[in-house]
């Protein structure tokens, strides 16, 4: 795998300590890389999860071919839009946890934040965590003017992760053909309440 290849090693507390020359971005227990082949099942895994897929707003994936062919276009997308993407998220034993992201809305200048987490990683925080780190990534530097997300009506979690987050309520809007609740941030807000 070479690059791609993560070299681990016992740290303090016997936790595994990481080092992936492809990291796009750490927070203190994940990092974000590039979508590679070897995220494929863990992106179908994702989608075929029951748990996962009653909240989302956009299709499912339906086979690994549909995966691979995801992660083929996305390598493509970062090389056109550089900063921008979706990215898989693995914790420190190098496990598939989920996918984050920045995308742009359609027929808009906005960008949207998004998570995608595997059920057992639910409720430890871990949206916040790198929600801070993408929030920074996109007022610092690719210098956004502010960031949106959507989330299904009848979803409580996400709206409070939002709100942890510094995003407002703005009512509803129509994402992927379907009414979503609707929350934005713009940088000015994020700048006098989330800089470290």
């Known amino acids: ?13 016997g936790v595994l300590e990481w080092v992936r020359d492809t990291a796009f971005l750490r927070s203190q227990r994940l990092q ?8 494929a099942a ?6 075929r ?7 989302l707003l956009d299709d499912r994936l339906q086979n690994l071919l549909q995966a691979h062919v995801l ?5 493509g997308f970062y090389a ?16 598939f946890v989920g996918i984050y992201s920045l995308m742009p809305v359609p027929d808009t200048e906005d960008v949207e934040i998004g998570a995608r987490l595997l059920p057992a990683h639910w409720n430890g925080g871990l949206a916040v965590e790198m929600g801070h780190q993408l929030c920074r990534h996109a ?10 997300s959507f989330c299904d009506l009848r979803h409580e ?15 509803t809007a129509k994402h992927f053909g379907k009414t979503a609740l609707f929350f934005e941030q713009n940088k000015t807000h994020w700048s006098d309440h989330h800089q470290s």
């Open 32 to 39: 974000l890389s590039p979508l590679r082949a070897r995220d």
């Open 157 to 171: 979690s996400v709206p409070a992760v939002l709100r942890r987050l510094g995003f407002r309520p703005a009512g």
């Open 49 to 55: 999860s029951d748990l996962v897929g009653r909240w």
């Open 139 to 148: 007022f610092t530097t690719l210098a956004l003017p502010r960031l949106v």
């Open 71 to 75: 992660v083929d276009w996305m390598n």
């Open 80 to 95: 056109q839009n550089p900063g921008l993407g979706v990215w898989a998220a693995r914790d420190r034993q190098d496990r």
């Open 1 to 13: 795998m070479g690059a791609d290849a993560v070299t681990s090693s016992a740290g303090a507390g």
């Open 42 to 47: 863990g992106l179908l895994e994702l989608d």
